[in-house]
Each structure stands twice: as structure tokens, then as C-alpha cells.
């Protein structure tokens, strides 16, 4: 039995290949480095062995330490930043609509030495409410280090794109609850962070969506939220969130994995 690992290049970005036989000591001590593109780094894990019937065809043969053994592929996206980010594993039948909860898409915090931390939140600031297939209610909660002062929101609502500000005081954020309309059982949803402790300028938002107060930077995040509650859906494919805010993948093997949500917020 053997492990096989496609990644980018941390140096070229060209895909690269590593096999890891799958033993204790070998799986303990295999570590990769992969490079990133707009913060996140695609991963493909292929388990071949004698006993699966099934033959993935995700991985070229230079991945397959031998032709003849079975193999069952899984698709990763990690995050390159360990406090944002999404990790999800696709599989067949086709990426469904349903997701337990929301999860990022995209991050605007700048990258590399010039990553903003103060952009970092500790928890996904973002709340679901209640659902109904075409729209989903949603709230926001601080959970930034930073000291914001308030909050931009744009999301899809009856009238079209909508953006809306919000105050960050315990006062407002409780009152404050949007419906987003839904696109094949999806809404999403994008959210800017304004604080005079941050210096990083996102520009995820539309221009004119965000007006951060005099001497104040911007942090922005799209989520995806899902607009079926979870025990109604009817698939073998899972995507959980867990804190902070990356998303730990649960399913089945697959024959060839699919894309999931939209790689660019809308």
C-alpha cells in the first residue's frame, strides 16, 4: 500500500509528485511544500493498494507507484495561512449544494511579508439563521483581535446586489440580520473589516460598497453559505467547518474530484 501526493512546486509551481510508503515511520516523517496561488494551495492524495478495486484517474502515472494496484483520489484546498482559510475534499458524485455550515472562498489580507495580521479572526465571524432552499439569514459577530470599528456587507438580496455598513457595537450587530438569496442552494456572502489598526486596503468589495472611516484600513472575506439545512441533504459528500476558521473534510473515495464552490466571489 502507498500514499501518493501532487502539489505545485513550492520554487516552480509545476506540478510535482511524491509516493509515501504507507508505514508508520515513513507517513510520520513525510512532509511537502507546496506553492500557493491567492492564498490557498491545491492538493491531490491518492491511496493505492492491492485491495481497492476502483482506478483513479486524477493523478498521472508518474503519481502511481504501480499501474496495477487499485486507487481512490481526494482533492485538497489548504489554506497558506494556518488561521484562514478552507480545506475540502470533493468527491463523486459531482460537488453538491450542501454545506453544514458557512466556509471561506476568498481572503483580500494581503499576502506574503505584507500580510495584514490584524486581519486574522479567531472564529468565523459569520452566523446563520434561518433557511428556506432560496434565501438564508445570516448575522455577523466580532471575532477579530483587532479593534474594528465597523463592519461592510454584500451579498445577492431581492433587489439585486446589496451593501450595507454596519456599526461594530453589541448593539447593532445584534439587531443587524440580512437575507441573502441563493444560487443553487448557495449564497454568497462578502464582508470587510474596517479598523485603524490594520494597513492592508482590500479591494474584494465593489468600489463604493465600503467607506472605512479617515486613517482606517480594510480586511475583506467572502463565505459561502448554505441555504439547505444540513439533515436535508441527500449526498455521500460532506464539508464541515471547524474553528478557526479552516473547514476539516469528511467522505467517501472518489473516482474524480470535481471542483467546489466558485473560485472567485462574485
Known sequence: TAISVSYPDPVTGAAACSVVENTGDNLANAKFEASCIDGMATVILSVHSSSIAHDASTLSNTCNPNTDLGSCSYEYVLPCNPELG????????????????????????????????????????????????????????????????????????????????????EEALQAATFTAYCTEGMAEVVIAANSMDMVHDATLLAPGCNEPAD????????????????????????????????????????ASPSAGPTASPS
Not at 511579508?113 to 486574522?120: A, K, R
Not at 445570516?138 to 451579498?155: N, R
Not at 471547524?242 to 473515495?253: D, N, W
Open 215 to 254: 486613517n482606517e484600513k480594510t480586511c475583506a472575506y467572502s463565505f459561502v453559505l448554505p441555504c439547505t439545512g444540513f439533515d436535508e441533504c441527500n449526498t455521500a459528500i460532506l464539508i464541515v467547518e471547524t474553528p478557526p476558521p479552516t473547514a476539516s473534510p469528511s467522505a467517501g473515495p472518489t
Open 86 to 169: 478552507c480545506c475540502i475534499e470533493v468527491c463523486e458524485p459531482p460537488v453538491t449544494d450542501c454545506l453544514e455550515g458557512p466556509i471561506v472562498q476568498g481572503i483580500d489580507i494581503g499576502e506574503g511579508e505584507e500580510q495584514d495580521d490584524y486581519c486574522i479572526f479567531s472564529d468565523t465571524p459569520v452566523m446563520t439563521g434561518t433557511m428556506d432552499t432560496d434565501t438564508v439569514e445570516f448575522s455577523l459577530k466580532d471575532t477579530w483581535a483587532a479593534d474594528v470599528s465597523s463592519f461592510s456587507v454584500s451579498y445577492t438580496g431581492a433587489d439585486g446586489t446589496k451593501c450595507e455598513m454596519v456599526t461594530n457595537t
